[in-house]
Nanobody, 120 residues
């Protein structure tokens, strides 16, 4: 059974940092592209960042324009874990953040989400 478990969310002041983790089980982790999406209040889920696995070119990163230069995605295939380091957080980054694991360009598996709130 496939599981993606996110952690690391919380309340942080503007300008602060958080590091989200996504631990995967039940998949050949090294093959999968790992991605982060987010969904703010009343908004649709949107892409944040991704890092490819061996299936599509290992370690290629892509970011949404809104987070470039502030967020960093990484992975450790020996730990079946992906991370999203979020720096210089803004109130508009407030959302539920979801981990996604996929072999192609869409679909795949989803975690349950972790809440990030940026507020003073």
């Amino acid at each position: 059974q496939v599981q993606l478990v996110e952690s690391g969310g919380g309340l942080v002041q503007p300008g602060g940092s958080l590091r989200l983790s996504c631990v995967a089980s039940g998949i050949r982790f090294n093959l999968y592209t790992m991605a982060w999406y987010r969904q703010g209040p009343g908004e649709q889920r949107e892409f944040v960042a991704q890092i490819t696995g061996d299936n599509l070119g290992n370690g290629t990163r892509k970011y949404a324009d809104s987070v470039k230069g502030r967020f960093t995605i990484s992975r450790d295939n020996t730990k079946n874990t992906a991370w999203l380091q979020m720096d210089s957080l803004k109130p508009e980054d407030t959302a539920v953040y979801y981990c996604n694991a996929r072999l192609g360009i869409s679909g795949g598996y989803w975690g349950q989400g972790t809440q990030v709130t940026v507020s003073s």
